[in-house]
Structures are given as structure tokens and as C-alpha cells.
């Protein structure tokens, strides 16, 4: 009984310890793949050298598993701004974005918007968007105040305030209306 008694209580102690986790449902329990890490809605925001901003926005984002600088983009979205405050947004249905180089290849419906209105679409691009650049070599489709643009390429410089189309371009531009002439 010396023993016993003892050993007894010692068990009651710890039944009665344990009787709430045996009564609550099992808590969820987070756990990570060794591999690859997954990022949902991640944002990126940043100054260049001359104090303009910069970001780059996606829905996913994962880590490339055989290249450790790269980051591959699910809807990933750029803007490069200005501090006068003029902007320009691109965005693509996948991206990849090297984070040692800050260069951006965005694939798939990528739609580039400057802040006038401006606006034009193309395949696949490539952007610095520390320096505000971007470049294409696939077709363009284009339109803005001013009218439509088709080109087989384009540079853009300057955060969007410069945007020249390559090869072959056809343009469609509308006349200004002059200040006091009435359209009949």
C-alpha cells in the first residue's frame, strides 16, 4: 500500500491534467514543404536612386527550387512612379522576377497603362523596374487619347514618359480639335 496509494494518486493528478486536451478536438497544425516556400499576395515597395518609388504586387509568389535569385509570379503587377507623381503600371498573367538584377519578364496578356491614358498590350515584356525601363520584341496593340498604335516592339524609358514602338509601326492618329472651332 505504501506504493500503491502513492502510484494511485500521482495517476489521478495526471488524468486530471491531461482531461482537457482529451476532451478538445484536435487543434490544425500548420506544416511546410522542405522544398519550395509559397507566398500569398506578397508586395514589394521601394525607392531607386533618385527617390521615386517602385513596386511589384502578385497574387503568388513561389521560390524558384533551382534558381535561388528568381521568383516566379502568379498576376504579378509593376508600377514605376515618378515624384512628380506620373506613373505607369504593367501587368501579365505570369511573371519572373530576379531579384539580384530587379528585372522582371512578365508572359501573357501583358497590359502597360501610363497615367495619360495611354495604353497598349503585348505578349511577353521585360522590365527593370528599379530603373523605370521596359522592353518587348513581340507584337503590339495600342490605343490612347490620340488614337491606336500597332508595332512589333517597343522601349519604354523613363518610368513610362517615353515609349518608342519598333518595326514597321502603324499609327492612327486623330486631329486635335482647335481651341474655338465647333464640329458641325
Not at 36 to 47: C, V
Not at 64 to 93: F, H, K
Not at 122 to 135: F, L, M, Q, V, Y
Amino acid at each position: 500500500m505504501k506504493f500503491v496509494l502513492p502510484a494511485a494518486a500521482l495517476a489521478m493528478v495526471a488524468l486530471l491534467a491531461a482531461w482537457p486536451s482529451l476532451n478538445s478536438p484536435q487543434s490544425a497544425r500548420v506544416t511546410a514543404d522542405a522544398g519550395q516556400s509559397e507566398m500569398l499576395k506578397p508586395r514589394y515597395f521601394s525607392l531607386d536612386e533618385h527617390n521615386q518609388p517602385f513596386s511589384l504586387v502578385a497574387a503568388k509568389a513561389d521560390k524558384s527550387a533551382d534558381q535561388p535569385d528568381i521568383v516566379l509570379l502568379d498576376d504579378p503587377q509593376a508600377e514605376m512612379t515618378e515624384t512628380t507623381g506620373t506613373w505607369v503600371t504593367m501587368r501579365s498573367d505570369k511573371g519572373w522576377y530576379n531579384q539580384a538584377t530587379g528585372i522582371l519578364l512578365m508572359r501573357g496578356n501583358v497590359h502597360v497603362l501610363r497615367d495619360d491614358g495611354n495604353e497598349f498590350t503585348t505578349s511577353e515584356a521585360e522590365a527593370d523596374i528599379r530603373k523605370g525601363n521596359a522592353w518587348g520584341e513581340q507584337a503590339v496593340t495600342g490605343q490612347g487619347p490620340q488614337g491606336e498604335i500597332n508595332a512589333k516592339g517597343f522601349r519604354m524609358t523613363d518610368r513610362g514618359k517615353n515609349v518608342v514602338f519598333l518595326n514597321q509601326s502603324k499609327a492612327e492618329v486623330q486631329a486635335a480639335e482647335r481651341p474655338g472651332s465647333k464640329k458641325p
